[in-house]
């Protein structure tokens, strides 16, 4: 299994073994630990993985008790079955199946790493080469309106050179907006890290209010 998203898979297990498990992330309430336990579970047990999107309480406790199974391994095994995957064959193990559905999540997730750490700044952040903010792109062209459904007013999405425009919600009558910046910016603003996303917003002050009052993600 090689690709994009194996390659972002193992720089993300890099970057935990350098903060350690108790280091901070974006995700409310989750240390370093839990979120390599999130990703062990939702690899390894996809019966426990229905929780972490449908709300339903029997759901969403079995999830919370299969994760903390997880995250009771010790911390170089848990990042050892981060690295390594789903422990048998699955249609991920094609690299470009992997891309479709892995390639956002790690991406997301290694920057809920890199940028909840004391030292981060909008400077730091990493520079993606061309294929990987490429294929960035293209996932948010797939996914671009169901990340942005909710989204009060009309959007246009526009990353520059790395590939141009796409429009993923029509104007309403509350007006359009266009969301500019990198592909990966452009990614975690969708998937609700507006605040530390490095993007700029255009159109008229009442429809720029009210897209960035609006929350986003699956």
């Not at 939702?42 to 994760?67: C, F, K, N, S, W």
């Not at 960035?136 to 062209?141: E, F």
């Not at 009442?206 to 699956?218: D, L, N, Y």
Request: proline fraction near 6%; hydrophobic fraction near 40%.
């Amino acid at each position: 299994m090689t690709g994009l998203a194996q390659q972002e898979r193992g720089a993300l297990c890099d970057t935990l073994t350098v903060v350690g498990p108790t280091a901070p992330t974006l995700c409310d309430g989750w240390t370093a630990r839990d979120l390599a336990a999130h990703l062990v579970l939702r690899e390894r047990r996809p019966d426990a993985a229905a929780g972490v999107i449908v709300p339903v309480q029997v759901l969403t406790e079995h999830t919370q008790r299969v994760q903390e199974q997880y995250a009771e391994q010790p911390w170089p095994e848990l990042i050892d079955m981060v690295r390594s995957g789903p422990k048998n064959w699955t249609p991920i193990r094609v690299a470009s199946v992997d891309d479709a559905i892995n390639l956002a999540e790690f991406y997301v997730h290694h920057e809920d790493v890199l940028r909840a750490q004391p030292d981060w700044t909008p400077q730091a952040r990493r520079e993606l080469d061309r294929d990987f903010a490429e294929a960035l792109w293209a996932r948010l062209r797939q996914v671009g309106q169901l990340l942005f459904r909710k989204s009060p007013v009309g959007l246009t999405l526009d990353v520059g050179g790395v590939g141009g425009r796409k429009q993923v919600k029509a104007a309403t009558r509350d007006g359009e907006v266009t969301l500019l910046g990198d592909p990966g910016e452009i990614l975690l603003y969708a998937f609700g890290r507006g605040a530390v996303a490095q993007v700029r917003i255009e159109g008229e002050p009442e429809a720029v209010a009210a897209f960035t009052e609006a929350s986003f993600g699956i």
